[in-house]
Protein backbone atom coordinates (compact mmCIF):
# COMPACT_ATOMS: atom_id res chain seq x y z
CA UNK A 1 0.00 0.00 0.00
CA UNK A 2 1.25 3.48 -0.67
CA UNK A 3 -0.06 6.27 1.39
CA UNK A 4 -0.33 8.78 -1.84
CA UNK A 5 -3.13 6.36 -2.94
CA UNK A 6 -4.64 6.45 0.35
CA UNK A 7 -4.51 9.91 0.31
CA UNK A 8 -6.08 10.09 -3.05
CA UNK A 9 -8.42 8.08 -2.50
CA UNK A 10 -10.30 9.77 0.68
CA UNK A 11 -9.32 12.80 -1.41
CA UNK A 12 -11.74 11.76 -3.83
CA UNK A 13 -14.46 10.59 -1.42
CA UNK A 14 -13.73 6.72 -1.53
CA UNK A 15 -14.41 4.69 1.18
CA UNK A 16 -11.42 2.51 2.72
CA UNK A 17 -11.15 -0.66 3.44
CA UNK A 18 -10.74 -2.05 7.42
CA UNK A 19 -6.71 -3.13 6.24
CA UNK A 20 -6.72 -0.05 4.56
CA UNK A 21 -7.62 2.25 7.72
CA UNK A 22 -5.20 -0.24 10.23
CA UNK A 23 -2.31 -0.10 7.91
CA UNK A 24 -2.73 3.91 7.82
CA UNK A 25 -2.78 3.90 11.61
CA UNK A 26 -0.31 1.69 12.29
CA UNK A 27 2.42 3.48 10.07
CA UNK A 28 1.74 6.78 11.60
CA UNK A 29 2.47 5.43 14.42
CA UNK A 30 5.43 3.50 13.86
CA UNK A 31 6.82 6.57 12.20
CA UNK A 32 6.66 5.35 8.26
CA UNK A 33 3.90 7.75 7.61
CA UNK A 34 5.39 11.27 8.14
CA UNK A 35 3.18 13.94 9.59
CA UNK A 36 2.95 15.69 6.38
CA UNK A 37 1.58 12.62 4.41
CA UNK A 38 -1.20 12.23 7.76
CA UNK A 39 -2.28 15.71 8.13
CA UNK A 40 -3.24 15.78 4.78
CA UNK A 41 -5.07 12.17 4.92
CA UNK A 42 -7.01 14.08 7.80
CA UNK A 43 -7.65 17.02 6.31
CA UNK A 44 -9.03 14.70 3.20
CA UNK A 45 -11.16 12.97 6.16
CA UNK A 46 -12.28 16.25 7.01
CA UNK A 47 -13.29 16.81 3.93
CA UNK A 48 -14.90 14.30 2.46
CA UNK A 49 -15.78 12.01 5.56
CA UNK A 50 -15.92 8.51 6.73
CA UNK A 51 -18.98 6.23 7.12
CA UNK A 52 -20.18 4.14 10.52
CA UNK A 53 -18.18 1.27 9.38
CA UNK A 54 -14.70 3.03 8.77
CA UNK A 55 -15.14 5.15 11.95
CA UNK A 56 -15.64 1.80 13.83
CA UNK A 57 -12.69 0.87 11.92
CA UNK A 58 -10.97 3.89 12.87
CA UNK A 59 -11.69 3.63 16.52
CA UNK A 60 -10.69 -0.18 16.76
CA UNK A 61 -7.43 0.55 14.76
CA UNK A 62 -6.69 2.77 17.17
CA UNK A 63 -7.66 1.35 20.05
CA UNK A 64 -5.73 -1.83 19.52
CA UNK A 65 -2.62 0.48 18.90
CA UNK A 66 -1.74 -0.28 22.23
CA UNK A 67 -2.91 -2.46 25.35
CA UNK A 68 -6.21 -2.70 26.24
CA UNK A 69 -6.42 -2.38 29.89
CA UNK A 70 -7.74 -4.97 31.86
CA UNK A 71 -9.62 -3.46 35.16
CA UNK A 72 -10.77 -7.12 36.85
CA UNK A 73 -8.36 -6.98 39.36
CA UNK A 74 -10.89 -3.94 40.61
CA UNK A 75 -14.05 -5.28 42.15
CA UNK A 76 -17.31 -4.04 40.75
CA UNK A 77 -18.63 -2.24 37.73
CA UNK A 78 -16.17 0.37 36.25
CA UNK A 79 -17.25 3.77 35.35
CA UNK A 80 -15.37 6.52 32.82
CA UNK A 81 -16.99 9.61 31.40
CA UNK A 82 -15.46 11.90 28.51
CA UNK A 83 -16.42 15.46 27.31
CA UNK A 84 -16.69 16.20 23.67
CA UNK A 85 -14.64 19.36 23.91
CA UNK A 86 -15.41 22.80 25.49
CA UNK A 87 -14.27 25.78 27.08
CA UNK A 88 -15.01 25.99 30.91
CA UNK A 89 -15.60 22.67 30.80
CA UNK A 90 -14.30 21.38 34.17
CA UNK A 91 -17.31 18.65 34.75
CA UNK A 92 -14.29 15.80 34.93
CA UNK A 93 -13.06 17.46 38.36
CA UNK A 94 -16.46 17.33 39.97
CA UNK A 95 -17.81 14.13 38.45
CA UNK A 96 -14.90 12.01 39.55
CA UNK A 97 -14.57 12.74 43.09
CA UNK A 98 -18.66 12.75 43.39
CA UNK A 99 -18.78 9.54 42.27
CA UNK A 100 -16.14 7.71 43.94
CA UNK A 101 -17.37 9.04 47.17
CA UNK A 102 -20.47 7.40 46.61
CA UNK A 103 -18.16 3.57 45.89
CA UNK A 104 -18.20 3.91 42.06
CA UNK A 105 -14.73 3.15 40.53
CA UNK A 106 -13.95 5.88 38.32
CA UNK A 107 -11.15 4.99 35.28
CA UNK A 108 -10.75 8.01 33.55
CA UNK A 109 -8.11 8.49 30.84
CA UNK A 110 -8.13 11.60 30.06
CA UNK A 111 -6.60 14.53 27.31
CA UNK A 112 -5.22 17.47 26.66
CA UNK A 113 -6.21 20.85 25.00
CA UNK A 114 -7.05 20.29 21.76
CA UNK A 115 -8.27 23.41 19.27
CA UNK A 116 -9.87 26.22 21.38
CA UNK A 117 -10.88 23.64 24.04
CA UNK A 118 -8.94 22.66 27.35
CA UNK A 119 -7.75 19.57 28.27
CA UNK A 120 -8.11 18.07 32.08
CA UNK A 121 -5.02 17.25 32.15
CA UNK A 122 -3.53 20.50 31.72
CA UNK A 123 -5.75 21.49 34.04
CA UNK A 124 -4.98 19.02 36.72
CA UNK A 125 -1.10 19.76 36.23
CA UNK A 126 -1.59 23.23 37.70
CA UNK A 127 -1.59 21.78 40.90
CA UNK A 128 2.18 20.97 41.88
CA UNK A 129 3.48 17.75 41.57
CA UNK A 130 0.47 16.09 40.52
CA UNK A 131 1.61 12.59 38.35
CA UNK A 132 -0.67 12.41 35.36
CA UNK A 133 1.61 10.05 34.30
CA UNK A 134 0.65 6.86 35.45
CA UNK A 135 2.19 2.97 34.51
CA UNK A 136 -1.22 0.56 34.09
CA UNK A 137 -0.31 -1.16 37.29
CA UNK A 138 -0.28 2.58 38.68
CA UNK A 139 -3.33 3.29 37.26
CA UNK A 140 -5.22 -0.11 38.88
CA UNK A 141 -3.21 0.40 42.23
CA UNK A 142 -4.72 4.08 42.66
CA UNK A 143 -8.69 3.00 42.01
CA UNK A 144 -8.55 -0.02 44.35
CA UNK A 145 -7.02 2.53 46.57
CA UNK A 146 -8.60 5.63 46.24
CA UNK A 147 -11.61 5.10 44.11
CA UNK A 148 -10.56 7.06 41.16
CA UNK A 149 -8.14 7.74 38.69
CA UNK A 150 -7.12 10.59 36.28
CA UNK A 151 -4.38 9.90 33.80
CA UNK A 152 -3.05 11.07 30.41
CA UNK A 153 -3.02 8.58 27.70
CA UNK A 154 0.18 6.20 28.32
CA UNK A 155 2.06 5.24 25.67
CA UNK A 156 0.74 1.93 25.91
CA UNK A 157 -3.03 3.02 25.50
CA UNK A 158 -4.61 3.68 22.38
CA UNK A 159 -0.98 5.48 21.32
CA UNK A 160 -1.99 6.07 18.02
CA UNK A 161 -4.81 8.23 18.92
CA UNK A 162 -2.28 10.28 21.20
CA UNK A 163 0.13 10.98 18.38
CA UNK A 164 -2.83 11.97 15.90
CA UNK A 165 -4.41 13.83 18.48
CA UNK A 166 -1.64 16.54 18.74
CA UNK A 167 -1.38 16.29 15.07
CA UNK A 168 -5.20 17.37 14.87
CA UNK A 169 -4.64 19.95 17.51
CA UNK A 170 -2.00 22.10 14.83
CA UNK A 171 -3.50 21.44 11.77
CA UNK A 172 -6.88 22.41 11.93
CA UNK A 173 -8.30 18.82 11.68
CA UNK A 174 -10.25 18.59 14.88
CA UNK A 175 -14.07 19.43 14.15
CA UNK A 176 -15.03 15.83 11.92
CA UNK A 177 -17.49 13.57 13.52
CA UNK A 178 -15.44 10.54 12.67
CA UNK A 179 -12.04 11.95 14.05
CA UNK A 180 -14.20 12.92 17.23
CA UNK A 181 -15.87 9.96 17.80
CA UNK A 182 -12.76 7.41 16.76
CA UNK A 183 -10.61 9.51 18.83
CA UNK A 184 -12.67 9.33 22.28
CA UNK A 185 -13.99 5.70 21.57
CA UNK A 186 -10.44 4.26 21.15
CA UNK A 187 -9.22 5.50 24.60
CA UNK A 188 -12.41 4.76 26.18
CA UNK A 189 -12.57 1.14 25.06
CA UNK A 190 -8.76 0.69 25.66
CA UNK A 191 -9.25 2.56 29.26
CA UNK A 192 -11.48 -0.80 30.12
CA UNK A 193 -14.90 0.98 31.37
CA UNK A 194 -17.91 -1.28 31.81
CA UNK A 195 -19.96 1.94 31.86
CA UNK A 196 -19.02 5.21 29.38
CA UNK A 197 -21.38 8.47 30.05
CA UNK A 198 -20.69 11.15 26.91
CA UNK A 199 -20.74 14.76 27.19
CA UNK A 200 -21.44 15.22 23.92
CA UNK A 201 -21.25 19.58 23.62
CA UNK A 202 -23.38 21.86 21.36
CA UNK A 203 -23.31 25.44 20.48
CA UNK A 204 -20.70 27.98 19.34
CA UNK A 205 -17.87 26.59 21.99
CA UNK A 206 -18.24 23.33 20.43
CA UNK A 207 -16.86 21.13 17.77
CA UNK A 208 -20.36 20.32 16.85
CA UNK A 209 -22.11 23.77 16.84
CA UNK A 210 -25.80 22.50 16.36
CA UNK A 211 -27.94 20.18 18.21
CA UNK A 212 -28.11 17.63 14.55
CA UNK A 213 -24.50 17.56 14.90
CA UNK A 214 -24.05 16.80 18.31
CA UNK A 215 -26.60 14.02 18.12
CA UNK A 216 -25.28 12.32 14.98
CA UNK A 217 -21.87 11.93 16.91
CA UNK A 218 -23.62 10.76 19.82
CA UNK A 219 -25.28 8.47 18.19
CA UNK A 220 -22.06 7.19 16.36
CA UNK A 221 -20.06 7.34 19.59
CA UNK A 222 -23.29 4.94 21.48
CA UNK A 223 -23.40 2.64 18.79
CA UNK A 224 -19.54 2.04 18.62
CA UNK A 225 -19.11 1.75 22.40
CA UNK A 226 -22.02 -0.44 22.41
CA UNK A 227 -20.51 -2.81 19.63
CA UNK A 228 -17.49 -3.13 21.46
CA UNK A 229 -19.89 -4.19 24.40
CA UNK A 230 -19.44 -1.33 26.76
CA UNK A 231 -23.11 0.20 27.92
CA UNK A 232 -22.43 3.74 26.58
CA UNK A 233 -24.93 6.74 27.27
CA UNK A 234 -24.77 9.89 25.49
CA UNK A 235 -25.64 13.94 27.43
CA UNK A 236 -26.14 16.53 24.83
CA UNK A 237 -25.05 19.19 26.63
CA UNK A 238 -25.30 23.72 25.84
CA UNK A 239 -21.88 24.91 25.13
CA UNK A 240 -23.50 28.39 23.40
CA UNK A 241 -21.22 30.19 26.36
CA UNK A 242 -18.62 28.86 29.04
CA UNK A 243 -19.58 26.34 31.54
CA UNK A 244 -18.88 28.58 34.79
CA UNK A 245 -17.33 31.49 35.51
CA UNK A 246 -13.62 30.10 34.96
CA UNK A 247 -11.51 29.25 31.18
CA UNK A 248 -7.99 28.37 31.49
CA UNK A 249 -5.71 25.59 33.89
CA UNK A 250 -5.27 26.72 36.82
CA UNK A 251 -8.51 28.96 37.26
CA UNK A 252 -10.39 25.99 36.32
CA UNK A 253 -9.22 23.67 38.85
CA UNK A 254 -9.87 26.90 41.38
CA UNK A 255 -13.54 26.86 40.30
CA UNK A 256 -14.26 23.43 40.31
CA UNK A 257 -12.68 23.09 44.30
CA UNK A 258 -15.06 25.46 44.93
CA UNK A 259 -17.95 23.65 43.15
CA UNK A 260 -17.13 20.47 45.84
CA UNK A 261 -17.04 22.97 48.66
CA UNK A 262 -20.67 23.71 47.57
CA UNK A 263 -19.76 27.39 46.65
CA UNK A 264 -19.80 26.77 42.17
CA UNK A 265 -21.53 27.95 40.02
CA UNK A 266 -25.28 26.28 38.92
CA UNK A 267 -24.23 25.42 35.67
CA UNK A 268 -21.75 23.93 36.20
CA UNK A 269 -23.03 22.31 38.92
CA UNK A 270 -26.23 20.88 37.32
CA UNK A 271 -24.38 19.23 34.23
CA UNK A 272 -22.00 17.43 37.06
CA UNK A 273 -24.86 16.08 38.44
CA UNK A 274 -26.74 15.08 35.56
CA UNK A 275 -23.50 13.50 34.49
CA UNK A 276 -22.21 11.68 37.08
CA UNK A 277 -26.13 10.28 37.90
CA UNK A 278 -25.92 8.22 34.48
CA UNK A 279 -22.92 7.04 35.75
CA UNK A 280 -24.33 5.72 38.87
CA UNK A 281 -27.63 4.62 37.35
CA UNK A 282 -24.87 2.69 34.55
CA UNK A 283 -23.30 0.71 37.27
CA UNK A 284 -26.40 0.31 39.66
CA UNK A 285 -25.45 2.22 42.52
CA UNK A 286 -28.93 4.36 42.14
CA UNK A 287 -32.03 3.02 40.77
CA UNK A 288 -33.19 6.16 38.98
CA UNK A 289 -31.90 9.81 38.45
CA UNK A 290 -33.68 11.22 41.10
CA UNK A 291 -32.21 8.88 43.91
CA UNK A 292 -28.59 9.59 41.95
CA UNK A 293 -29.06 13.13 42.52
CA UNK A 294 -29.80 12.96 46.00
CA UNK A 295 -26.89 10.75 46.73
CA UNK A 296 -24.68 12.88 44.80
CA UNK A 297 -25.92 16.08 46.19
CA UNK A 298 -25.03 14.88 49.39
CA UNK A 299 -21.59 14.31 48.44
CA UNK A 300 -21.30 18.13 48.42
CA UNK A 301 -23.24 18.70 51.53
CA UNK A 302 -20.97 16.45 53.56
CA UNK A 303 -17.96 17.72 51.84
CA UNK A 304 -16.96 14.03 51.13
CA UNK A 305 -16.40 14.86 47.59
CA UNK A 306 -14.39 17.35 48.28
CA UNK A 307 -12.24 15.15 50.72
CA UNK A 308 -12.63 12.52 47.64
CA UNK A 309 -10.50 15.16 45.30
CA UNK A 310 -7.90 16.19 48.35
CA UNK A 311 -7.13 12.07 48.51
CA UNK A 312 -6.76 11.76 44.78
CA UNK A 313 -4.79 14.51 44.12
CA UNK A 314 -2.27 13.03 47.10
CA UNK A 315 -1.99 10.14 46.32
CA UNK A 316 -1.26 10.79 42.41
CA UNK A 317 1.68 12.68 44.14
CA UNK A 318 0.10 16.42 44.41
CA UNK A 319 0.17 18.93 47.01
CA UNK A 320 -3.25 18.49 48.42
CA UNK A 321 -3.22 21.68 50.42
CA UNK A 322 -3.95 23.19 47.07
CA UNK A 323 -7.37 21.71 47.48
CA UNK A 324 -8.32 23.40 50.58
CA UNK A 325 -6.65 26.37 49.45
CA UNK A 326 -7.36 27.04 45.78
CA UNK A 327 -6.28 30.88 46.29
CA UNK A 328 -2.83 29.57 46.13
CA UNK A 329 -3.00 27.95 42.63
CA UNK A 330 -0.77 29.27 40.14
CA UNK A 331 -2.48 33.51 38.83
CA UNK A 332 -1.03 35.30 36.20
CA UNK A 333 0.70 38.42 37.33
CA UNK A 334 -0.78 40.61 34.55
CA UNK A 335 -4.27 40.97 34.81
CA UNK A 336 -6.39 43.37 32.86
CA UNK A 337 -10.20 43.69 32.67
CA UNK A 338 -12.24 44.15 29.75
CA UNK A 339 -14.79 47.07 30.25
CA UNK A 340 -18.32 46.98 28.69
CA UNK A 341 -18.10 49.41 25.55
CA UNK A 342 -21.75 49.86 25.21
CA UNK A 343 -24.59 48.94 28.00
CA UNK A 344 -27.60 46.65 27.30
CA UNK A 345 -27.53 42.64 27.88
CA UNK A 346 -24.82 39.70 26.58
CA UNK A 347 -26.86 38.35 23.65
CA UNK A 348 -24.41 36.27 22.23
CA UNK A 349 -21.12 34.51 23.09
CA UNK A 350 -18.51 33.55 20.34
CA UNK A 351 -17.51 30.22 22.93
CA UNK A 352 -14.49 28.98 20.71
CA UNK A 353 -13.56 32.73 20.42
CA UNK A 354 -13.06 32.85 24.48
CA UNK A 355 -10.75 29.50 24.07
CA UNK A 356 -8.76 31.13 21.50
CA UNK A 357 -8.32 33.90 23.75
CA UNK A 358 -6.96 31.75 26.61
CA UNK A 359 -5.03 30.23 24.29
CA UNK A 360 -3.18 33.59 23.37
CA UNK A 361 -2.74 34.40 26.85
CA UNK A 362 -0.97 31.33 27.01
CA UNK A 363 -2.96 28.95 28.24
CA UNK A 364 -2.83 26.65 25.65
CA UNK A 365 -0.41 25.52 22.75
CA UNK A 366 0.29 26.66 19.65
CA UNK A 367 2.49 24.24 18.04
CA UNK A 368 3.24 20.65 19.39
CA UNK A 369 5.95 21.60 21.44
CA UNK A 370 4.26 24.61 23.18
CA UNK A 371 4.14 25.18 26.91
CA UNK A 372 1.30 25.94 28.86
CA UNK A 373 1.63 29.06 31.12
CA UNK A 374 -0.89 27.62 34.24
CA UNK A 375 -1.73 31.21 35.40
CA UNK A 376 -2.93 32.18 32.04
CA UNK A 377 -7.01 31.96 31.70
CA UNK A 378 -9.81 34.60 32.51
CA UNK A 379 -12.50 34.94 34.56
CA UNK A 380 -16.47 35.77 32.76
CA UNK A 381 -18.04 38.16 34.75
CA UNK A 382 -21.12 38.74 32.23
CA UNK A 383 -23.19 35.41 30.96
CA UNK A 384 -25.78 35.25 28.47
CA UNK A 385 -28.37 37.53 29.12
CA UNK A 386 -26.86 39.26 32.02
CA UNK A 387 -27.20 43.34 32.45
CA UNK A 388 -24.42 45.59 31.90
CA UNK A 389 -23.81 48.92 32.02
CA UNK A 390 -21.09 50.70 29.92
CA UNK A 391 -17.72 50.55 31.47
CA UNK A 392 -19.14 47.44 33.68
CA UNK A 393 -16.20 44.72 33.80
CA UNK A 394 -17.08 42.22 31.57
CA UNK A 395 -14.17 39.95 32.32
CA UNK A 396 -11.01 39.44 34.02
CA UNK A 397 -7.86 38.38 31.96
CA UNK A 398 -4.82 37.07 33.69
CA UNK A 399 -1.33 35.39 31.80
CA UNK A 400 2.17 35.87 33.07
CA UNK A 401 3.10 37.55 29.87
CA UNK A 402 2.09 41.44 29.42
CA UNK A 403 2.44 41.59 25.39
CA UNK A 404 -0.53 38.72 25.14
CA UNK A 405 -3.36 40.88 26.99
CA UNK A 406 -3.53 43.43 24.24
CA UNK A 407 -4.46 40.62 21.48
CA UNK A 408 -6.28 38.77 23.65
CA UNK A 409 -8.81 41.51 25.07
CA UNK A 410 -9.25 42.07 21.42
CA UNK A 411 -10.69 38.73 20.80
CA UNK A 412 -12.58 38.48 23.69
CA UNK A 413 -14.40 41.78 23.10
CA UNK A 414 -15.29 40.43 19.86
CA UNK A 415 -16.73 37.41 20.87
CA UNK A 416 -18.94 39.46 22.96
CA UNK A 417 -22.31 40.53 21.53
CA UNK A 418 -24.47 42.96 23.63
CA UNK A 419 -27.61 44.29 22.66
CA UNK A 420 -31.10 46.04 23.96
CA UNK A 421 -33.30 42.83 24.53
CA UNK A 422 -32.16 39.83 27.02
CA UNK A 423 -31.07 36.29 25.28
CA UNK A 424 -33.64 34.08 26.23
CA UNK A 425 -32.54 31.14 29.01
CA UNK A 426 -30.88 28.22 26.98
CA UNK A 427 -31.35 24.72 28.46
CA UNK A 428 -28.34 23.18 29.57
CA UNK A 429 -28.84 19.68 28.62
CA UNK A 430 -30.96 19.02 25.42
CA UNK A 431 -31.07 15.50 25.50
CA UNK A 432 -30.14 11.60 26.20
CA UNK A 433 -28.72 8.89 23.89
CA UNK A 434 -28.18 5.52 25.06
CA UNK A 435 -28.17 2.02 23.55
CA UNK A 436 -31.73 1.64 24.12
CA UNK A 437 -33.12 4.87 22.70
CA UNK A 438 -33.40 8.69 22.81
CA UNK A 439 -34.97 11.02 24.77
CA UNK A 440 -33.80 14.70 23.29
CA UNK A 441 -35.30 17.88 24.28
CA UNK A 442 -36.43 20.27 21.38
CA UNK A 443 -33.90 23.44 21.30
CA UNK A 444 -36.62 25.91 20.18
CA UNK A 445 -39.40 24.89 22.54
CA UNK A 446 -37.04 24.41 25.65
CA UNK A 447 -37.81 21.44 27.83
CA UNK A 448 -41.16 21.37 26.25
CA UNK A 449 -41.24 18.43 24.60
CA UNK A 450 -40.14 14.95 23.89
CA UNK A 451 -39.25 14.68 19.94
CA UNK A 452 -37.49 11.65 19.36
CA UNK A 453 -37.27 7.95 20.51
CA UNK A 454 -35.59 6.40 17.82
CA UNK A 455 -35.88 3.02 18.98
CA UNK A 456 -39.32 2.72 20.25
CA UNK A 457 -40.16 4.57 17.03
CA UNK A 458 -38.32 1.69 14.96
CA UNK A 459 -39.45 -1.00 16.90
CA UNK A 460 -43.13 0.41 16.33
CA UNK A 461 -43.80 0.73 19.81
N1 LIG B 1 -11.81 14.71 22.81
C1 LIG B 1 -11.01 13.72 22.35
O1 LIG B 1 -10.52 12.89 23.11
N2 LIG B 1 -10.82 13.65 21.04
C2 LIG B 1 -11.37 14.50 20.16
O2 LIG B 1 -11.16 14.37 18.99
C3 LIG B 1 -12.21 15.54 20.66
C4 LIG B 1 -12.40 15.61 22.00
Not at 57 to 74: K, Q, R, V
Request: include cysteine; proline fraction near 3%; charge should be negative.
Amino acid sequence: MKMYDLINKKKHGEILTAEEISWIVNGYLSGEIPDYQMSAFLMAVCLKGMNVRETTDLTMAMAHSGDILDLSAIEGKKADKHSTGGVGDKTTLVICPMAAALGVPVVKMAGRGLGHTGGTIDKLESIPGLRTSLSEEEFIAQVKRCGMAIVGQTAQLAPADKKIYALRDVTATVDNISLIASSIMSKKIAAGADVIVLDVKTGSGAFMQTLEEACALARLMVQIGEAAGRRTCAVISDMSQPLGYAVGNAIEVDEAIRTLMGQGPEDLLEACITLASYMLTGVGRAKDEAEARKLLMGTIRDGSALQKFAQFVREQGGDDSYVFHPERLPEGSCVCELPAWEGGYVTSIRTDEVGMAVQELGGGRATKESRIDFGAGLKLCKKLGDSVKPGETVAVLYTNEEEKLKDASLRLRNAYTIGPVPAEGKSHIYGVITGDGETIVDEVTENAAFIQNRDQESRGQ
